[in-house]
């Protein structure tokens, strides 16, 4: 950890000048684990509902007497205190199950993307030496397929495979929540389980009581993992507390009560659904109705019939809505809290959200190493394609890059924050754990690799990356997994991997290939897409390739992406505008 230069009082203090005065600058974080929340809302409100499936709800009390069964049947698999659950799964009821059950048992939360294929999965299976699988029925092949590729000694122990039938109403999702059919024909499906495996009801039935709770705020709960500009994905190490100062923070910044109804659509893996999915909701005992997928028509149809309160989604959603032919008759009236990041609001977008509905798109921005928020956009006084202020405990800086002197007011460096929601570092990678984090005033920063500024009234505004990494509808790429995997393809003999511009998406994956001589004439662009699709999560896949006959490179033989980043962004200027 590099020591930086004391800053000027003055600029640290700049932050501060618009900070909403209903709230406090600092919170007394509760110093208990993420159970208790749930065991104090199923107290309060054990009738009250805490998910609603499409016609199917679960009240406080049953999430927190299944979650207890759970636990007590992963204490049976052999689940001690610290030892990782990996959930693989879609949006459901079950999602909120398994994650407080992982916590009752004192274990530790190993979040994965659903839509990894079997190539990326393993990967998670033995960097966390994953003990315990629970996973949805459409994914168990890939659980098995996965595990049968390594040594018996780092297979998990036992898997646990739900349906998302299981969880909806007898007849399936309610007809007036408008599913669509290709939806409801996935949600209804029933597929069989792998050898071995144990199914959702079976290991719920047993009535298996847990040992005693005693996780504290400083233990470990959730490992989620996120990659980087080298290597495979790293396990960010998120305590109790680190998760539970955004749990009730984002409370209190959006509003939140119990008599709020929230909408979970942003994935549950992802560090933003956790915390407005998982963990917010339940720290202030609301309902939350869960979307498995994205549907524009089903979002709008469930806010109309739940008139939700509460809505943390990506730009891209409301987009995709305003798009629907449908929208106008869509009761959008119970919206009282609009909030998001991962890619900037457009302003057209934001004016018409003002102007029809009266609400205002609150940006933040967060990483997986944050727990999501450092920064939020006050909604009384929300600034548009802006990162918003530092919240609760948060102090953010923005500093040169390369020398790590603060920088002026107004000048671009990368931003480094400190708060009680930073990570502790990466699982089992010290050096990339230093080589994250800068110190100030005896204070331990986080390095962002986002470069932007500080304006004069304290709000962050991103400009570019110092890091290299492609932003697709929220969802971060790196191009150097990708990259990995494109190795793979029997054709490919290097492969660059760069954004391009898509109206959609903001960004999109785009792979420049050298194809080995023996398959030059053979393999075409889209036979190298269709592989990636199969080998690799759809938002990693590349969606554009174009063949080369070789990448530039420098004097030491490494490939000069930036070469080839600009080339593109000459190319696609005349497109622009």
């Avoid at 992963?74 to 009821?93: T, Y």
């Avoid at 407080?100 to 839509?115: L, Q």
């Avoid at 929208?327 to 991962?342: E, Q």
Wanted: neutral net charge; proline residues 8%.
């Amino acid at each position: 950890m590099t020591r930086l230069v004391t800053p000027r009082p003055a600029q640290a203090q700049v932050q501060y000048s618009h900070w909403p005065r209903r709230l406090p600058r600092e919170l007394a974080v509760p110093r208990t684990s993420l159970w208790f929340n749930l065991a104090v809302s199923a107290a309060r409100y054990p009738d009250k509902p805490a998910t609603v499936f499409l016609g199917a709800t679960l009240s406080f009390d049953t999430l927190r007497a299944q979650a207890e069964a759970l636990a007590g049947w992963l204490q049976a698999q052999g689940v001690g205190k610290g030892d990782r659950v990996v959930l693989f799964m879609q949006n459901c009821p079950q999602y909120l199950v398994s994650f407080y059950a992982v916590n009752r048992a004192d274990a530790v939360v190993v979040p994965v993307n659903p839509m990894n294929r079997e190539d990326e999965f393993g990967h998670y299976l033995t960097d966390p030496q994953t003990k315990v699988v629970i996973c949805s029925g459409e994914l168990a092949g890939v659980v098995a397929a996965a595990s049968a590729r390594l040594a018996p000694a780092q297979r998990p122990a036992a898997v646990l495979v739900t349906q998302y039938w299981q969880t909806l109403p007898p007849d399936g999702p309610a007809a007036d929540c408008q599913v669509p059919e290709p939806m409801r024909a996935w949600l209804m499906a029933r597929h069989e389980l792998p050898p071995g495996a144990t199914d959702w009801a079976d290991a719920l039935g047993q009535g298996l009581v847990p040992g005693p709770h005693t996780a504290g705020p400083d233990d470990l709960a959730m490992l989620p993992y996120t990659s980087g500009t080298t290597g495979l994905p790293k396990g960010c190490v998120h305590t109790h507390a680190t998760l539970m100062s955004n749990s009730c923070g984002g409370c209190l910044w959006g509003h939140a009560s119990a008599e709020s109804v929230g909408l979970a659509v942003v994935p549950m893996f992802h560090i933003t659904g956790t915390l407005y999915g998982v963990l917010g909701p339940v720290f202030a005992g609301m309902t939350l109705v869960i979307m498995p997928r994205w549907d524009r028509e089903l979002c709008g149809s469930l806010i109309s019939r739940y008139r939700v309160t509460h809505w943390t989604c990506i730009p891209t959603m409301i987009i995709d809505l305003f798009a629907s032919p449908n929208y106008r008759s869509f009761n959008l009236t119970s919206l009282r809290y609009l909030s998001g990041g991962g890619a900037a609001m457009p302003k057209a977008v934001a004016e018409r959200l003002l102007e029809e509905f009266g609400l205002t798109f609150a940006e933040g921005y967060g990483l997986t190493e944050t727990a999501a928020p450092t920064h939020g956009n006050p909604p009384e006084r929300a600034k548009l394609q802006c990162l918003g202020i530092p919240i609760f405990g948060v102090d953010s800086r923005v500093i040169d890059p390369t020398t790590l002197e603060e920088l002026p007011v107004g000048e671009v460096g990368e931003i480094i924050s400190h708060g009680p929601m930073v990570f502790k570092g990466y699982w089992q990678q010290p050096e990339a754990t230093d080589a994250a984090f800068v110190e100030l005033d005896g204070k331990r920063f986080f390095r962002t690799g986002d470069l932007g500024r500080m304006d004069e009234e304290g709000y962050f505004f991103i400009t570019d990356r110092l890091k290299r990494m492609i932003n697709a509808s929220g969802y971060k790429v790196w191009p150097s997994e990708v990259e990995m995997l494109l190795y793979r393809h029997p054709a490919v003999q290097e492969a660059c991997v760069i954004s391009s511009r898509d109206a959609y998406r903001g960004e999109t994956v785009k792979a420049v290939v050298v194809l080995r001589a023996e398959a030059k004439g053979k393999t075409t662009e889209q036979d190298i897409i269709s592989w990636a699709h199969e080998h690799m999560a759809p938002y990693k896949a590349p969606r554009l390739v174009s063949f080369v006959d070789a990448l530039p490179k420098s004097g030491s033989g490494k490939v000069m992406w930036r070469t080839l980043q600009e080339q593109e962004q000459q190319i696609q200027q005349p497109q622009a505008r």
